[in-house]
């Protein structure tokens, strides 16, 4: 049995913007669809997040947009805490780890909001069937990790891949 849920979004597909910085680049109009569509798959799912971890990146920014808004019929006025954290951006996968293990223990579920690789990266650290897609999420793609114990306890093959969708709207 698991006691929480991690949540691990990729962001959604984003305009290649030579122009502007990385940081700056905006979603497609798919990757706008697709956000939402990854939230309305994980409402119906009863992943609603406590705490979102998200990219300060204005892609991951506009994907958690777009998951909330999906969110916004389910929620019984407990709207989530959002952390924008600048490390989340270009971070290593355990620096996202140790995000995640910092999390208060009154979190029952997280929605870390990320780029590639470390996103994917995490994933694969934290299965210990090794289920986890070898080619990593794809733009909108979803990993749900269960964690059993605290997130002080979520370490390297201690949650299990329990679902996983790549949302396309």
Same mark, same amino acid.
């Given at each position: 049995?698991?006691?929480?849920?991690?949540?691990?979004?990729?962001?959604?597909?984003?305009?290649?913007?030579?122009?502007?910085?990385?940081?700056?680049?905006?979603?497609?109009?798919?990757?706008?669809?697709?956000?939402?569509?990854?939230?309305?798959?994980?409402?119906?799912?009863?992943? *609603?997040? !406590? @705490? &979102?971890?998200?990219? /300060? #990146?204005?892609?991951?920014?506009?994907?958690?947009? $777009?998951?909330?808004? %999906?969110?916004?019929?389910?929620?019984?006025?407990?709207?989530?805490?959002?952390?924008?954290?600048?490390?989340?951006?270009?971070?290593?996968?355990?620096? *996202?780890? !140790? @995000? &995640?293990?910092?999390? /208060? #223990?009154?979190?029952?579920?997280?929605?870390?909001? $990320?780029?590639?690789? %470390?996103?994917?990266?995490?994933?694969?650290?934290?299965?210990?069937?090794?289920?986890?897609?070898?080619?990593?999420?794809?733009?909108?793609?979803?990993?749900?990790?269960?964690?059993?114990?605290?997130?002080?306890?979520?370490?390297?093959?201690?949650?299990?891949?329990?679902?996983?969708?790549?949302?396309?709207?």
């Amino acid at each position: 049995m698991t006691d929480r849920s991690l949540v691990l979004l990729r962001h959604a597909k984003a305009e290649q913007a030579p122009n502007l910085p990385d940081e700056d680049r905006p979603l497609t109009a798919r990757g706008l669809a697709d956000s939402t569509t990854a939230g309305a798959w994980l409402a119906r799912r009863g992943y *609603l997040p !406590a @705490l &979102v971890l998200c990219s /300060p #990146a204005r892609r991951t920014r506009q994907t958690w947009h $777009g998951v909330a808004v %999906a969110f916004a019929d389910t929620v019984d006025g407990a709207a989530p805490e959002v952390r924008y954290q600048r490390e989340i951006y270009g971070s290593a996968t355990e620096r *996202l780890l !140790a @995000l &995640v293990r910092a999390a /208060p #223990a009154t979190v029952a579920t997280i929605l870390l909001v $990320g780029h590639n690789p %470390a996103i994917s990266q995490l994933s694969t650290l934290l299965d210990p069937d090794g289920t986890a897609d070898s080619d990593g999420l794809r733009t909108a793609g979803i990993a749900v990790h269960g964690v059993t114990g605290s997130w002080a306890e979520c370490t390297p093959g201690a949650a299990r891949l329990v679902a996983s969708h790549t949302a396309r709207g």
